[in-house]
């Protein structure tokens, strides 16, 4: 059964860390670009950082630039959002797509949705 699946969420006080993981079954992930994606309540969803299949080219949105690193490991079939420094701001659901290429980041240039990992942040 092809899917991804999300993991590492909770809950973290504003300034803390957390590594989310991104782990593929079904298919190979080194033919596709992998993107993570959140959705605040009340909000749409969002590019937050996207890796291009060999890893070399990577994306951010501004909001998290300078906090948040994206990385792949093939040999184990996962990506990695490792997010840093973080604001009550990032809190919301993370979910993790494959496309064919990073593009811009969009949620519409992505497809094979986990089922999210759910993030806050507060005091």
């Known amino acids: 059964q092809l899917q991804l699946v999300e993991s590492g969420g909770g809950l973290v006080q504003p300034g803390g860390s957390l590594r989310l993981s991104c782990a593929a079954s079904?298919?190979?992930?080194?033919?596709?670009?992998i993107g993570w994606f959140r959705q605040a309540p009340g909000k749409e969803r969002e590019g937050i950082s996207c890796?291009?299949?060999?890893?070399?080219?990577?994306y951010y949105a501004d909001s998290v630039k300078g906090r948040f690193t994206i990385s792949r490991e093939n040999a184990k079939n996962t990506v990695y959002l490792q997010m840093n420094s973080l604001k009550t701001e990032d809190t919301g659901i993370y979910y993790c797509a494959r496309g064919a290429s990073i593009s811009r980041c969009r949620p519409s240039e992505f497809g094979s949705w986990g089922q999210g990992t759910q993030v806050t942040v507060s005091s």
């Open positions: 079904g298919f190979t992930l080194d033919y596709y670009a």
């Open positions: 890796i291009s299949k060999g890893g070399g080219i990577t």
